[in-house]
């Protein structure tokens, strides 16, 4: 069965400061792999995606990911955090195959922002 | 153009009691997902619609839980005998579908249900 770890439950950063928050995943192949940003209040929201191809991929906001296989990791990264990316950043995976499927998230990392 | 909507927002009930909670999916979008997240948890997948149909009911807990979309649109996920622990946030997410690819999911604010 497939499942996604994000080993750092709470982390603070001063803005600014670089960021990075670890994810890793165990999967029987390939899976797709997402990084998405919840706000209080707010619907969940991608991030950037990855299934193939270059394994360091942009997204929005001035996030980006890399992915290494040989590490199973999936490492969101930002270089200078602002006040307003405080909110939970979730991990998932779904399935490579197939055109509609069922994510699975880790447990999140909750960012909070010094000023 | 409109999101993912659902409604009621907060839900508030009585242990024991019935509870359906709505989803409207984006315009268009053929798959529709519901989700359950738990304090301090990520989203667990509850069930999977493509069209009218539930491709993929693995999620749901136990028979109390029920989930339908007759016309292939709007969903509503319905909870019978509703036990404390079912309290959480009920998340909806809709999605595309076509040929090549893992469309994206897009997420509905959720309702959070209580259960007293």
């Known amino acids: 069965a497939q499942s996604v770890t994000q080993p750092d439950i709470h982390i603070t950063v001063s803005e600014g400061a670089s960021l990075e928050l670890r994810c890793n995943y165990s999967?029987?192949?390939?899976?797709?792999l997402f990084w998405y940003v919840q706000s209080p209040g707010q619907g969940l929201q991608l991030l950037l995606k990855?299934?193939?191809?270059?394994?360091l991929v942009q997204g929005i906001k001035g996030f980006e990911a890399e992915f290494k296989r040989s590490q199973s990791s999936f490492n969101l990264r930002k270089p200078s955090v602002h006040w307003s990316d405080a909110a939970e950043y979730f991990c998932?995976?779904?399935?490579?195959?197939?055109?509609?499927?069922?994510?699975?998230f880790g447990t999140g990392t909750r960012l909070q922002v010094t000023l | 153009g409109a999101g993912v909507s659902q409604t009621p927002s907060n839900k508030v009930t009585e242990k024991g009691k019935y509870v359906e909670l709505r989803c409207d999916p984006i315009?268009?979008?053929?798959?529709l997902y519901w989700y359950r997240q738990s304090l301090g948890q990520g989203p667990e997948f509850l069930i999977y619609?493509?069209?009218?149909?539930?491709?993929?009911d693995s999620g749901l807990p136990n028979d109390r839980f029920f989930a339908v979309r007759p016309e292939g649109s709007v969903s509503t996920l319905k909870i019978q005998r509703t036990e404390r622990g079912d309290s959480a946030v009920y998340l909806c997410?809709?999605?595309?579908?076509?040929?090549?690819?893992?469309?994206?999911?897009?997420f509905g604010p959720g309702t959070r249900l209580t259960v007293l």
């Open positions: 315009s268009g979008h053929t798959a």
């Open positions: 990855y299934f193939s191809g270059d394994t």
């Open positions: 997410a809709s999605s595309l579908h076509n040929s090549g690819g893992l469309n994206e999911q897009f």
């Open positions: 619609f493509q069209g009218t149909g539930a491709a993929d």
């Open positions: 998932a995976v779904g399935p490579l195959t197939g055109t509609a499927s069922k994510l699975t």
């Open positions: 999967y029987g192949a390939t899976p797709y």
